[in-house]
Each structure stands twice: as C-alpha cells, then as structure tokens.
C-alpha cells in the first residue's frame, strides 16, 4: 500500500526534468515496400538514418510527459512497379511514457525501467520517385526532378505507439533502447496512393543518451528511478 501511494505522488515541477539526444534507423512500410517480413532486408534496404531530441518532465514514479523531434530519411522500392523512392522528414509531437516496471513492482529498486510510450505529432515529408530500371523521374511531393526543394511538403498527423528499455547509469545520466511504429493520417510518404486503403507506416528504432535535471527523491528517502 505504502508503495502504491508513493507511485502515485507528484514529482514538484522544478525537478525530474530530462533531456535526450537520440539516434537509429527509419524504416517505411507502405506500398514501396516488399520487406516488411524480412527484417534483414528491411534494414539494409528499407530503412534509411533518423536522429532527435526529447524533452520529459516526470508526473510520478509511473507517468512521464514528453515532447520530441525527429529528422531523418525513408527509402523504399517496389519491383513489381518499377519504383524506388527517397523522402527526407521532420516530425515533432508530445505525448505521454508509462512505467510497466513500476506498474507492477512498484517502489522496487532497479538499474532498468520498461516504458509503453504512446503521442500524438506531426510529420511534414518531402518525396521523389524514380524508376528502379532506368533511375527515370516518376513523380515528387515538395521536390522537383532533381530532388531541389519546391512547393509545399506533405504533412500528416502521426500517431505513435512504442516501447523503450531504460538503464540508469548514474542517478543523472541513463541509456535508452527505444522503438515506436508510427501510424499517419495520409498515404504520401512514398507519394503513391494506394489501392489497399491502408495508410503508409514507418517505425523509428534508436539508441537514446538522457540527462535528468535534479532528479527526484520519493519521501522514504529512494530515488524515483531512472526517467
């Protein structure tokens, strides 16, 4: 009981405040792609670079609040349509980080904490699209031929859900292992439509380095974990 109430108790505001730089792959899942079962191919030929920022204030031992950046590539091809495509993005959102280690152990002292994480954001994409056999222009979203900026990007709402694996390495510094499918209200990262009515996805996998500006203590003298 003691421990469920202390889960429960609000971290003050000018404490548990956190900063992270974070890095890994993009993959794209949509009608360019053929190797969504395949995860080594999906990496070398499906994914492309990603990096971000994250800024998190701690609610209580169990809730975290989040808002993010990310930048980065998606790369995708289709040789039963005789397509390949590049996009480059940027995707900002907010969202919220639950603590299923606290959940249920909760007040229990440990170097590793595994979060649900679950937002809301926007993406704003620029594409083009070539022929895989002769590297001949397709068609662009926010690009001309030669992928030089023009007109306006696609932007859609993006609905993120994940998870990550926390480890603490000092009471201020913690490592992150985190990984998040990305759901989007349009069909325009590759700039095709689609005939299955399903929208694209892509997931972002990545590597994450945080700093906690004056982590909390709980009132029986423990440390609210690593963030």
């Known amino acids: 009981m003691h421990r469920s109430v202390a889960n429960a108790q609000t971290i003050p505001m000018a404490n548990q405040w956190t900063i992270g730089l974070n890095a890994g792959f993009v993959s794209f899942f949509g009608d360019l792609s053929i190797h969504d079962f395949n995860p080594e191919r999906k990496l070398t030929r499906e994914s ?31 040789p039963g349509q ?24 909760p007040g229990t002292p440990s170097r590793f904490n595994f979060l649900i994480t679950t937002g809301l954001g926007i993406i704003a994409n620029r594409t083009v699209v070539y022929r895989i056999s002769n590297g001949e222009f397709v068609l662009a979203v926010g690009y001309t031929s030669e992928q030089e900026k023009s007109g306006k990007a696609n932007n859609a709402v993006v609905f993120p859900i994940g998870m990550a694996l926390n480890m603490s390495i000092t009471r201020q510094i913690t490592a992150r292992v ?42 029986d003298s423990g440390v609210y974990g690593c963030p």
């Not at 005789?82 to 152990?105: A, C, H, P, T, Y």
């Not at 998040?180 to 439509?193: H, P, T, V």
């Open 48 to 78: 492309d670079f990603g990096y971000g920022i994250t800024i998190e204030k701690g609610i209580n031992r169990t809730l975290s609040l989040y808002l993010s950046g990310i930048s980065g590539k998606m790369r995708g091809s289709n």
């Open 178 to 219: 985190e990984t998040a499918l990305r759901l989007i209200s349009n069909d325009l990262l590759d700039a095709q439509i689609g005939s299955t009515g399903i929208n694209d996805r892509y997931s972002y996998a990545a590597i994450s380095l945080l700093y906690t500006i004056k982590p909390a203590k709980s009132s």
């Open 82 to 105: 005789d397509m390949k495509f590049n996009n480059r993005f940027s995707e900002f959102g907010m969202g919220s980080q639950i603590s299923v280690s606290q959940l249920f152990w």
